[in-house]
């Protein structure tokens, strides 16, 4: 069984910055991409960061060059450095990693982190 868990969700004003970090555990042979999204209410979720075994980033165009993945794949970790936030980036932001654990590749999703930025 694999479990995915977020950290480091919080409230901050605009223009702060916050740091996500999200820690897979239990049986892994292999993670393949890893990644972020998002949810605020009443909307869908929405990719806001990717980033591939080889380190290969993707972001949405909301938060080019404010925010910076990364990945520890020897801790199988992944970190989300959000910088000059804003109020519409306020949402429930959860982390998945393309787990190979011997018997199936799948996608894994964290619980969820809450970000509340206040104007």
């Known amino acids: 069984q694999v479990q995915l868990v977020e950290s480091g969700g919080g409230l901050v004003q605009a223009g702060g910055s916050l740091r996500l970090s999200c820690r897979a555990s239990?049986?892994?042979?292999?993670?393949?991409?890893m990644g972020w999204y998002r949810q605020a209410p009443g909307e869908q979720r929405g990719l806001v960061a990717s980033?591939?075994?080889?380190?290969?980033?993707r972001y949405a165009d909301s938060v080019k060059g404010r925010f910076t993945i990364s990945r520890d794949n020897a801790k199988n970790m992944i970190y989300l450095q959000m910088n000059d936030l804003k109020p519409e980036d306020t949402a429930v932001y959860y982390c998945?990693?393309?787990?190979?654990?011997?018997?199936?590749?799948?996608?894994?999703w964290g619980q969820g982190t809450q970000v509340t930025v206040s104007s």
């Open positions: 239990g049986t892994i042979f292999s993670i393949n991409g």
């Open positions: 998945y990693a393309e787990i190979n654990n011997g018997w199936r590749l799948g996608t894994d």
């Open positions: 980033i591939s075994y080889n380190n290969s980033p």
